[in-house]
């Protein structure tokens, strides 16, 4: 029996009141897909997915009203969103069945049964659902034993090639979870890609699935399998492998982590195309022009400007280096450089970001804070005038 005890306190609530106006309304609801996978496996749960056969808009209607919320309806996906102060947002849905017309298009979608929305679904550890009214699980394709034995399974041999998307997501999964692909999902997988399945959706699909990548804890490990899979070539064409890849993706994440203010998906995407990004690669991801270059300036100009740095006569020339880096260039060039200028550079980032000082300044400012460490490193060189040798 699943505990919905565990579950914190809005998403507890959130149920109870699901439970209590479907009894009034006489609508049989069900938990369905990721928070059931959650709670099985004692993991935080977030969204709230609710299916019903019948009565979804008549429970999603008396919900916003028991709740003072309100409703969104989206009818091409037989949806409704409930959302309410203080509460998770909770999602209402028909159940239904779909039909892929062909590789990689849109389903084709119809009111079904319980059981027809389960077997739609991508894996079996999130084809299942949780009778709200009395508790009890529906697991038509046995994903209790694959949560148990840590796998992920697609449901039928043309899952990937009908939605490509999949390839993302079980590769996303996988590493969230540190589940492992069941083998002859992993060979349908990697068939799928080999066949070019990833180029019957569109560039933008894609990118939403590489986004979603990076926002992931373990987005190191997943962007590597994704490009060892040869699912990122659809976006930037087949590229040798890269034995320094995953030690970038794994400073990227440590940087951004410990700072928000940093643009993520920027820093990833050019730690992905290093020494090789051109504004082409990235078609399809909605980045902004500014964006755009920034990526590519991290990516082509960077090792140039590490040279640059290493091979810089003095200080001077050092920090002139530093006049156009924007501050996600700044971070991953500190990640790499050595200690006091690393130090003097971040310190630069920081104050541009605080607003302390103008971008236009920061030369200066960098100047004078890897004097401090400059100093503080070799005793300090001084000119005669008693002025920093810089
Ligand atoms: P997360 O914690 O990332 O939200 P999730 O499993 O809830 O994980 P969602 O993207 O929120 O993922 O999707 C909700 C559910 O819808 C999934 O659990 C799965 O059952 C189903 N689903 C989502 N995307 C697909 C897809 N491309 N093909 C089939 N089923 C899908
Ligand atoms: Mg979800």
Redesign the pocket.
Known sequence: MIDLTSLPNPQRRALDIVKEVAAEKNCRPFL????V??LLLGRQV??I?VTLEDGASTLARSLARAISGRVRSFPQFLTYKVTADGLPEIDIATARKEKYRQPGALPSVTAGKLKDDLV????SI??LALDLTNGALHDPTHGERDLHDHVIRVLHDASFAD?P??IF?AVR?AARLNFTLDPHTDALLRTAVAAGALGHISRERVWREVFLAFDEAEAPRIVQSLHDLGALDILFGARPSDPELHRRLEAVRRQADADPQLDREVMFTAALLHGNASPLDVEGSGFSQKRTRNVVQIANELPRFREGLSEARDDRQRFSLLRNASAEALSVLAASAPAHVAQALERTREAVFSGEIEASDARAFARRVAMEYLQKDEGGRMTDDGQPAL
């Open positions: 369905v897909g990721g928070p996978r959650d977030i969204d997915d739609r679904r991508d894996f999130n084809a939605d998307t999949r997501r999964l």
